[in-house]
């Protein structure tokens, strides 16, 4: 059960969008659209942000989108503010490979 | 709303067996929609999945801690509990219990409790 792969940071200004990827393989994120994703603050739990893709739960705001092509999933954040600064962790269901997150991508606001 | 309540014991022993309970409230454990979860997050590392259980009791686990790992659950107390066995430093972590809607994603989670390995 391998990790999935992401940058390890992302940056960006007040206002600017980023985007930052989730690389599996076949089993995993490229074998169905259970792709989700988990903003965390430190010392807390993580806090879902986009399920099924793309897909987001009542309540997250809407300057996050999720995206996917092939076994690579991406998660878009628009009009980035303070608030933003937290680390970002994508997850996959697969049949085979089961629950898998990635490594994790730390977003700094400059 | 749901809310979910780790407990248990913040230091164990190496190769003893390290046992939490999660508690659920604002919602039955025996719901269809959900399975029940235990997640762990070592120091600066990424989340890793242990192991998921339905309220009939059936179980899966993460392959590398299969050997190792036993999930159980309680209807009449709305709890369900993670056993560890043989444990290491390696197991040092974050414990989190969390539950996920069908295979398609995390819902709701707990605080977390830190369980530390050391004699």
């Known amino acids: 059960q391998s990790a999935l792969t992401q940058p390890a940071s992302v940056s960006g200004s007040p206002g600017q969008s980023i985007t930052m990827s989730c690389t599996g393989t076949s089993s995993d994120v490229g074998s169905n659209n259970l792709v989700s994703w988990y903003q965390q603050d430190p010392g807390k739990a993580p806090k879902l942000l986009i399920f099924e893709v793309n897909r987001r739960p009542s309540g997250v705001s809407n300057r996050f989108s999720g995206s996917k092509s092939g076994n690579t999933a991406s998660l878009t954040i628009s009009g980035l503010q303070a608030e933003d600064e937290a680390d970002y962790y994508c997850?996959?269901?697969?049949?085979?490979?089961?629950?898998?997150f990635g490594g994790g991508t730390k977003v700094t606001v400059l | 709303q749901m809310q979910l309540q780790e407990s248990g014991p913040g230091l164990v022993k190496p190769s003893e067996t390290l046992s939490l309970t999660c508690t659920v409230s604002?919602?039955?454990?025996?719901?269809?929609?959900?399975?029940w979860v235990w997640v762990r997050q070592p120091p600066g590392k990424r989340p890793e999945w242990i192991g998921s259980?339905?309220?009939?009791?059936?179980?899966y686990y993460n392959p590398s801690l299969k050997s190792r790992v036993t999930i159980s659950v309680d209807r009449t107390r709305n709890q369900f509990s993670l056993n560890l066995n043989s444990v290491t430093a390696a197991d040092t972590a974050v414990y989190f219990c969390?539950?996920?809607?069908?295979?398609?994603?995390?819902?709701?989670w707990g605080q977390g409790v830190l369980v530390s390995v050391s004699s």
């Open positions: 259980i339905y309220y009939t009791g059936g179980s």
């Open positions: 604002g919602d039955s454990i025996s719901s269809t929609s959900y399975y």
């Open positions: 969390a539950n996920t809607y069908y295979s398609n994603y995390f819902d709701s």
């Open positions: 997850c996959s269901y697969g049949a085979t490979s089961l629950w898998v």
